[in-house]
């Protein structure tokens, strides 16, 4: 059964980066949708960057040309590299593979 665990999420400060991972099990990782949401207080959760398994990829408006989504399918693994990180990117962070929810990473970018 799939398990989305994240990890890499911090406190930052507005500019700098981080790069947040998430690790699913299953034998078929490649053929899995996955994707990064966030969430932040009082907002509903939005889309921040997802990735079809045959690597077509979309982001959010917001945070294009900043962030960039990418998957190794060999460690079951799939990255969201934040650039440029700014005080309103601060949310709680979900993975979404296949179909599961991560528990969430807490990503807080201070001014």
């Known amino acids: 059964q799939v398990q989305p665990v994240e990890s890499g999420g911090g406190l930052v400060q507005a500019g700098g980066s981080l790069r947040l991972s998430c690790t699913a099990s299953?034998?078929?990782?490649?053929?899995?949708?996955m994707g990064w949401y966030r969430q932040a207080p009082g907002k509903q959760r939005e889309s921040v960057a997802t990735?079809?398994?045959?690597?077509?990829?979309n982001y959010a408006d917001s945070v294009k040309g900043r962030f960039t989504i990418s998957r190794d399918n060999a460690k079951n693994t799939v990255y969201l590299q934040m650039n440029s990180l700014k005080p309103e990117d601060t949310a709680v962070y979900y993975c979404f593979v296949q179909g599961k929810w991560g528990q969430g990473t807490q990503v807080t970018v201070s001014s």
């Open positions: 990735v079809t398994p045959s690597s077509r990829i």
């Open positions: 299953g034998s078929i990782f490649s053929l899995y949708f």
